[in-house]
Every structure is written in structure tokens, then in C-alpha cells.
């Protein structure tokens, strides 16, 4: 099979200095600044949102439209206030700006984090935004900082489905937030969750590739002002926000996913694994049933890339074509349902559920890889990057089994 190639919030050639619309430490025209003592004053507020921005060369011009977006929300006395951590480690050099600026914004302050280095007149310094330490400083400088009431986490890039998992859960260790958002292309997966379960209330998030334009963060925050302002009503203003800006993309979906409902989806995948490999006893039945896994369910990928498929529509594709595991396939549409609080799909994938599981790797031609990453791989013996490999039935256990992919994928037969 040959997968044509998709991209998620991956842009070629799209690079604009974002000091065109953020403020580096020259203060450049269009904005301004007021000087770095108005940065120290002690606040408080009911909800804080936390936007952490990794923005690369290629997302560079997308970081400054959203941020300008956000500004334009009219957060003033609104009780909200959005932290948006933002570093130009690709950006334009000529800009005077090449690191890593927290923003306050309505008022577009710059603010000082000791514990990062980072602020009006320190030296521009890149942070690394992969390593999980730096997302539990902003997070411990915003919790003593501001004191928020509620908190919004929003991470911001280049989509890696599953694999933000590990990141999140060392980030977030300790931590609480009331609402996690994931601004990137395959999100909504049943490992982030599981990962984040403990340390989050809602996760929203896209099964399928989100648009370069990404969210629309002036329409979602005054919808959200404008509201009760819980974390349910931040959640469906994000929701209800993408779908009228961006819903027309054919793989535009998102969705909004309750945590303390997690377990149950997990409970009934393993049941659903177990009971579909108890069921695969011989070479023909495996390749029919790899084959209509990997062909027939709703999928979301990038080539190269990973292939996520949909988590209800897998185990109604398998049930209904093989006759087998109905209850377990019953189960996991029921537990799904319950933990998807609001979905929109795309016209693409008119079987979204909202919840996707990680398959397979896919080389650049759509194919199978010919193994999963290691940190999918449950090695007997051997403790797993994610929590989800380790407490599944899904992932394949190596030398040798369970798991309904070793079956699939690995098992001799």
C-alpha cells in the first residue's frame, strides 16, 4: 500500500522574523514595552493559560499570527491571563532576537524567569523546549507567580502523536492542570491520555492533521470570556472554534476527551486484544486480520511517519468482518463514548470516534515499517518509557508476546 504523503502544522519555506509582531529586547515598532520593573509586580488571577511555543523557522510567521490572534481577544480585566513562552531557535538572526521571551499577554509584557535564565536584559538564551525540565519551571514560576485558580496548558507544533506522551508525563509529575491542550496534528491518542490521566482534568486535541493556521485562539478565547469559564466551557470554546474556522479541512478533526474516563477505554482494549488474539491461531487468519487493520479502519498518518487508527472504528471493523470479540468490541465503543465529551470530525474521517492507538511506523511509502520505535516495544524484563506500553495488551512484548501487535507483527507462525 502507498500512503500519500501528509504533513501537520509541517510548512516548507514558510519563515518570517517574528519580531515583526513579538517584542525582542530591542523593541522594535508596532509594539510597546513598557520597562523590565513593571515585570515584577505580584498578581493573581483565575486562569491561567500556558502556551508553550516551540517556534522553528518553519512555524516562525504561524507563532507571530497567533499571538497577535490572542492579543486581539480583548483579555483585559477578563480574568484570564495567557503566558506564552516562545522561542525563535530557527528564527531570523538579523531580527535582534534569537532565543527563548515568556510573554504576558493582554499587555504583552515581557517577564523575567530566574529559574530559566531568561527576561528584559538578560542575554538571549535558546531553551530547550524538548526537555521536560523546562515545561516544570515555566509551570512551578506560573503556579508561584501568578497563583491561578484554574490552569490551561497548551502545547503549541509539530505534531509526534504518541511519542509527546513520555515528555508530558515528566512534565507533569506533581503538577495538575485543569485543562491540556495539544495545538498539533494526532493528539487525541489513547497513550496521551493514559500518560496525562493523573495530572490533567480534559484533554483536547486532533486525531487527524491539524492546518498550519492551527487553532483560532481570538474567537475560541472570547468565546470562552464570554462563558461560565469552566474548564467544560474552555474546552468547548476550543472545539466549537476550530470546527467553524477550520472544519472544512477534510482532516480537520478535534476533540475533547475526559481523563477520569480513561481507564475504562484502556480496560476494554486489553480485553478486546486479548480476546481477538485468543482468536488468531494460524497464518491466514493473522494476514486477514493485519490487512483489514491496516487497510479498513479510519487511520490518520504522516509519510514518514506513524499510523495511528481509530480506536472505536478498530474494533467494529474486526468485530463485524471476523465475527469475533463482539462484546470486547461493544465495550470499547461504549467506554469511548463516555470519555469523548465533544468531537468534530472531518470529511475525511466520518468515523472519527475522537480517541486514536498508535500501529505501525510507515516508511515514506506508506508501508509498514519493519518494526515498531523502541519506546512501543514492551521488553520482558525491562521497565517502558510510557506507562502505556508497560500496562496494555496492545503493544507487542518482546522476545515473545503477549500483545495483540506481537501477534499481528512478530509471532512465528
Same mark, same amino acid.
Given at each position: 500500500m502507498s500512503r500519500p504523503g501528509q504533513c501537520r502544522r509541517v510548512v516548507n519555506g514558510v519563515a518570517s522574523a517574528l519580531a515583526a509582531a513579538l517584542l525582542s529586547a530591542g523593541c522594535p515598532a508596532g509594539l510597546l514595552l513598557p520597562d523590565s520593573g513593571t515585570t515584577e509586580l505580584a498578581s493573581s488571577t483565575e486562569w491561567a493559560v500556558i502556551l508553550y511555543m516551540p517556534a522553528s523557522a518553519v512555524l516562525d510567521a504561524q507563532a507571530t499570527a497567533d499571538l497577535e490572534a490572542i492579543e486581539s481577544a480583548d483579555l483585559e480585566d477578563s480574568g484570564v491571563r495567557v503566558l506564552a513562552l516562545v522561542d525563535r531557535a530557527g528564527g531570523d538572526p538579523a531580527s535582534g532576537w534569537n532565543g527563548t521571551r515568556l510573554y504576558e499577554i493582554p499587555r504583552m509584557i515581557p517577564v523575567a524567569v530566574q529559574e530559566l535564565g531568561i527576561g528584559p536584559g538578560a542575554p538571549d538564551v535558546s531553551l530547550d523546549m524538548s526537555d521536560p525540565r523546562t515545561l516544570r519551571a515555566l509551570l512551578g514560576f506560573v503556579e508561584e507567580r501568578y497563583r491561578p485558580r484554574f490552569r490551561a496548558l497548551i502545547l503549541w507544533g509539530e505534531g509526534r502523536g504518541y511519542h509527546h506522551g513520555e515528555f508530558l508525563s515528566k512534565a507533569l509529575t506533581g503538577r495538575h492542570v485543569d485543562l491540556l491542550g495539544l495545538d498539533m496534528s494526532f493528539g487525541a491518542t489513547v497513550e496521551v491520555a493514559w500518560e496525562i490521566r493523573g495530572a490533567a482534568d480534559l484533554l483536547v486535541a486532533s486525531q487527524g492533521v491539524v492546518p498550519v493556521a492551527g487553532w483560532d485562539y481570538e474567537a475560541a478565547l472570547r468565546r470562552f470570556t464570554a462563558s461560565d469559564r469552566t474548564r467544560e466551557a474552555f474546552a468547548k470554546a476550543i472545539v466549537t472554534s476550530y470546527a467553524e474556522s477550520r472544519g472544512g479541512a477534510p482532516h480537520a478533526t478535534i476533540s475533547s476527551i475526559r481523563l477520569d474516563r480513561i481507564e475504562p477505554v484502556v480496560d476494554a482494549l486489553n480485553a478486546f486484544s486479548d480476546a481477538v488474539s485468543a482468536e488468531i491461531t494460524n497464518p491466514g487468519t493473522r !494476514?486477514? $486480520? +493485519?490487512?483489514?487493520?491496516?487497510?479498513?479502519?479510519?487511520?490518520?498518518?504522516?509519510?514518514?511517519? =506513524?499510523?495511528?487508527?481509530?480506536?472505536? =472504528?478498530?474494533?467494529? $471493523?474486526?468485530?463485524?468482518?471476523?465475527? /469475533?470479540?463482539?462484546? #470486547?468490541?461493544? %465495550?470499547? #465503543?461504549?467506554?469511548?463514548? #463516555?470519555?469523548? =465529551? %465533544?468531537?468534530? +470530525? &472531518?470529511?475525511?474521517?466520518? +468515523?472519527? @470516534? &475522537? /480517541?486514536?492507538? *498508535?500501529?505501525?511506523?510507515? +516508511?515514506?511509502? &506508506?508501508?509498514?515499517?519493519? @518494526?515498531?520505535? !523502541?519506546?512501543?516495544?514492551? %521488553?520482558? &524484563? !525491562?521497565?517502558?518509557?510510557? @506507562?502505556?506500553?508497560? *500496562?496494555?495488551?496492545w503493544p507487542p512484548t518482546l522476545p515473545s508476546g503477549p500483545g495483540l501487535l506481537y501477534r499481528l507483527f512478530y509471532e512465528p507462525m
Open positions: !494476514e486477514a $486480520v +493485519r490487512a483489514s487493520v491496516f487497510y479498513d479502519v479510519e487511520d490518520f498518518y504522516a509519510t514518514p511517519g =506513524d499510523l495511528a487508527i481509530d480506536l472505536s =472504528d478498530l474494533s467494529a $471493523v474486526v468485530s463485524l468482518g471476523f465475527g /469475533i470479540a463482539e462484546g #470486547e468490541a461493544a %465495550r470499547i #465503543e461504549q467506554a469511548v463514548k #463516555e470519555a469523548v =465529551d %465533544r468531537n468534530h +470530525r &472531518g470529511s475525511a474521517d466520518p +468515523r472519527a @470516534s &475522537g /480517541i486514536s492507538v *498508535h500501529l505501525i511506523p510507515l +516508511r515514506p511509502d &506508506g508501508s509498514a515499517a519493519a @518494526s515498531h520505535h !523502541e519506546n512501543y516495544l514492551n %521488553r520482558s &524484563g !525491562e521497565t517502558a518509557s510510557l @506507562s502505556f506500553v508497560s *500496562h496494555s495488551t
